[in-house]
């Protein structure tokens, strides 16, 4: 079902980057799996989605051994709770203290450093910020708007930030653009370098790519770095991002991945799978499971 | 009126940062002035804005002395005869031959490379690119467009990008944000990291700070760099720009100067003056006239 030397294998073939040894080594160290959610357990698209084949199963597969789950998104068009329970009517065996996510994580930090928001976010992410003093604002928050991205919305958060004497710019993911089913969309990223080139700053992003969004998963199943495996579609902010935190990445070739992604410059996953259910039969095989 | 030593002069001291002999040496070799507009000549806003007191007279004086004159903008919320009208309004001694703006010599490029743009602008500028072939879209120009910097357009500019092989952006100016009646703007710079960042591309810069764009203005006068003096009230573009292209440069404080500006890390003017008129006093006071 793998191989372990190539690596350009062909579509069909998983492809696992490091030395047969070193992989064994891995999965028999691994104590906790972390999950990307779109493109991994399901695509996006309308009526909320549909999930990949086998993937349903898989998550099940991974409850029942031995390794701890969670799931890391950088997911802010919708509250924790309506996202969880989005997923669970496609079928997933999931509950919101499994899930990390962007918008919760800000909170706390806007709590510890006492930092009142101006939000420029979905309005169906807003009511995570509702115990969130908002008046006199002395920070911005941004994350995927989408359509709310108006000129006039993206003026209002640049005000607030420019009449700051040390503007503090929240992003949350810094993503390029994701795929709907109707095409390529801009995503949070390209709005937080439009604030940042405007009032010359650097966000501060919550989510993936940062190791603290990373650290906080791994807290929460108290383990180390190097004892747990991270798997999503995107090679850069999933894949990348563990690995720099120290965790090893599978990429899927399901959701955003591009077959471009296997010759990317400068991150080489751990292994490239066609799934999550061929990751998970790897994984298990492996642990005799 | 000025001082020739102290660096950081109060706002109401005009503050020449070369030596008093350079200065003069400057002043006495000097051929043309090239003025900045919007936050020089007058304050946008609504109605088309106002005059900033003494400027009118300042341009008249120009003109009645020995020195040329040619106006730099990167104005492209309306076509060059619709602007330069509306200054006339204003009592402006101006014609449509003196003004150098972005969009005619955007399209000056499109037609000698084959290019058939996708127009991220103004509606009110469109006019100056009614001759221009657009179908079948292999760049994108983005402009100041404003309000109709809207989630979808600039969604439908990044698509139009993405699909090339080799994306080309073009980019009239890379200002980051204005001043207007109501307050600051987000400036087409802004939108052009967006989509630089979405793509993957470096924009080709049209306008200032581009030393072509200077270059346009002196060639027309037919004098050298050192022989001309960039008065604006932008330090990056208007003042680094011609400084970078061998001029010398002005900041006037009117327009979006901000005091901070007098301590920028990386662009120092020449000299700072409250306004227009009083960069004209000094200069034609230096020059016996």
Same mark, same amino acid.
């Given at each position: =079902? ?21 992989? &064994? ?5 691994? %104590? ?25 199963? @898989?998550?099940?597969?991974? &409850? ?25 009517? =496609? ?11 962007? @918008?919760? @994580?800000?909170?706390?930090?806007? &709590? ?95 989510? %993936? ?11 929460? =199943? ?24 120290? =965790? ?42």
């Amino acid at each position: =079902m793998y191989r372990g030397a190539s690596r350009y294998a062909g579509p069909d073939t998983a492809c696992l980057i490091m030395a047969e040894k070193d992989w &064994k080594e891995c999965i028999k160290n691994l %104590k906790g799996v972390v999950l990307d959610m779109c493109g991994v357990l399901y695509d996006s698209g309308e009526g909320g989605g549909t999930p990949i084949p086998g993937s349903v199963e @898989a998550v099940k597969r991974i &409850k029942a051994s031995d390794l701890q789950l969670r799931f890391c998104t950088n997911e802010t068009q919708a509250t924790r709770e309506k996202f969880v329970a989005k997923l669970q009517r =496609m079928g997933f065996d999931i509950s919101v203290s499994e899930v990390f996510s962007p @918008a919760p @994580a800000t909170v706390a930090i806007l &709590k510890e450093r006492n930092l009142r928001p101006h939000l420029l976010v979905h309005d169906d992410v807003l009511p995570e910020f509702d115990d969130v003093e908002k008046t006199d604002p002395n920070c911005v928050v941004v994350a995927d708007a989408a359509d709310k991205f108006s000129y006039q919305n993206l003026n209002d958060a640049f005000r607030v930030l420019i009449q700051l004497e040390k503007p503090v710019l929240f992003s949350l993911g810094r993503g390029r653009y994701y795929k709907e089913t109707d095409g390529l969309k801009l995503d949070v990223g390209v709005y937080m370098k439009a604030l940042e080139y405007a009032c010359d700053v650097e966000a501060e992003v919550v989510g %993936k790519p940062a190791p603290m969004f990373f650290q906080s998963a791994l807290t929460d =199943m108290g383990i180390q770095p190097q004892q747990a495996l991270m798997i999503g579609d995107d090679l850069v902010n999933d894949v990348g991002g563990a690995q720099n935190f120290g =965790m090893r990445g599978l990429q899927v070739r399901t959701g955003k991945y591009r077959p471009s992604d296997e010759k990317h410059p400068t991150v080489t996953a751990d292994g490239y799978v066609n799934d999550l259910a061929e990751a998970v039969d790897i994984i298990l095989k492996h642990r005799g499971q």
